[in-house]
């Protein structure tokens, strides 16, 4: 199962873009920063796209402010998971793919990329329906047709990346900054209680106690990290073009990791927000049982007196399906020149990641109408938790190991806590799928 380590001979994923984005070797602090800002905000969309949007819902509906807290958790979880992700890639100059293909058999890379390909292809199956709903919710376009506009963003995302990495980056940052500034408007629409929303951060025992509510919790717990996320941040943040000798990589991931921290907390906000703003005004009314994208939507107008509060949630979901393309499409050529080294024409492969999730989007939206997509999404994300533990676990082994990462190996206290955190993960996982499928039976 597992093979010397070796790092073959050099070559990178998405090496049209490799080293492109240039780097003051002098300059302040300041102008280094935004250099190295870019590939966090990129990262940061996985953790607010549309399979995170229900669990949100549902939570504050329900319990109102009370797993805000898990959402913070979570939000600590990936902040260390995607530090360790950077830190592969600038240190080893490999990608979490490329590594695992150095280190295990080709029968078990094999194995550990037909996962991936499967948890990208949920992961974008999940961005399908979510701009399939918003189109609708929007432009009253039936879900079968959305279904098929989506493939559109295959032709976006080739005009962007031939543009330059920078500007794909600039493009994903004024998207999450829609999201952002709609769900702000939703906030101070909603008028949420400050003193129970504060509260809320704090983890509290019942959530343990209830069944319900500590189902909901894994759900939220579960969706946050996503595992092509780990694989994508190893190799974006290669496109940089720092000094590549120790001095040079450990300023890298100093900034890198500064500008992951940050976006992810921007992405904190937003799932509070989708919290919150369910909270305030679905619990506070006694909508307990708002649950999906499309009941939130057509209530939001009547419960908080203008129409704008709809059509704001409405596109916040559309600029968080087209992001999660952009990012789930890029991972997809990663993982597949990582783990493979096959290297397919840009558009080839996006083609096919995105026929690989239209397909069965058409076909429960022909047979079953727009009722079977929310058990679409809520069947994506479960096959995103089965996933995660095999890219988790390879990459706190690798990053654990000195022979690896040499003197940017994790310390004591971060070796602890990073499988900590994995054990956590995979547990409360496990947990989840086995809920998932007795509720099935």
Request: net charge positive; with cysteine.
């Amino acid at each position: 199962m597992k093979k010397p380590w070796r790092k073959e001979k050099k070559e990178n994923t998405l090496r049209e873009v490799y080293a492109s984005v240039g780097v003051p070797e002098g300059g302040n602090w300041w102008n280094k920063l935004w250099a190295f800002t870019g590939p966090g905000i990129m990262i940061a969309v996985g953790y607010i796209d549309p399979g995170n949007w229900a669990t949100d819902i549902a939570g504050g509906a329900k319990f109102g402010y009370t797993l805000l807290s898990v959402i913070l958790i979570s939000n600590v979880f990936a902040v260390i998971l995607q530090h360790l992700s950077l830190k592969l890639g600038v240190a080893t100059e490999r990608d979490l793919a490329q590594s695992c293909r150095d280190h295990y058999s080709s029968v078990v890379n094999f194995f550990l990329w037909i996962l991936c390909e499967v948890a990208i292809a949920a992961c974008d199956l999940a961005e399908v329906i979510g701009s399939a709903i918003a189109l609708n919710l929007l432009f009253g376009i039936p879900i079968t047709w959305g279904i098929l506009i989506t493939v559109v963003d295959v032709l976006l995302i080739l005009m962007l990346q031939a543009r330059g990495f920078r500007k794909l980056e600039s493009v994903v940052g004024a998207l999450v900054i829609i999201i952002f500034g709609c769900f702000l408007y939703e906030i101070i629409l909603s008028k949420p209680e400050i003193s129970p929303m504060l509260q809320g951060l704090l983890p509290k025992k019942e959530i343990l106690h209830n069944p319900e509510m500590l189902y909901i919790a894994i759900g939220i717990l579960g969706a946050t990290v996503m595992p092509h996320n780990l694989y994508l941040h190893s190799s974006i943040v290669q496109t940089r073009n720092y000094r590549r000798n120790p001095e040079g990589k450990g300023e890298a991931i100093k900034y890198a990791t500064i500008d992951s921290t940050f976006s992810l907390f921007m992405a904190f906000f937003i799932n509070a927000a989708i919290l919150i703003v369910a909270a305030a005004t679905f619990h506070t009314t006694g909508n307990f049982g708002v649950a999906e994208i499309d009941e939130a939507y057509k209530m939001l107008t009547p419960l908080l007196g203008t129409s704008l509060a709809s059509i704001m949630f409405a596109v916040a979901l559309l600029a968080s399906g087209i992001n999660s393309t952009i990012t789930g499409t890029l991972a997809g050529q990663i993982v597949m020149e990582g783990f493979l080294n096959i290297r397919l024409r840009p558009w080839l492969r996006r083609l096919v990641t995105r026929l690989v999730a239209i397909i069965p989007a058409l076909l429960v939206s022909i047979i079953y109408g727009e009722s079977g997509m929310a058990k679409l999404l809520i069947l994506s994300q479960v096959v995103l938790s089965m996933q995660l533990s095999f890219a988790v676990v390879p990459l706190v082994v690798f990053t654990n190991d000195k022979l690896k990462m040499g003197s940017f190996v994790n310390g004591k206290i971060l070796k602890s806590v990073a499988w900590l955190v994995s054990v956590i993960i995979i547990l409360l996982n496990i947990y989840l799928l086995y809920q998932t499928f007795l509720e099935e039976l």
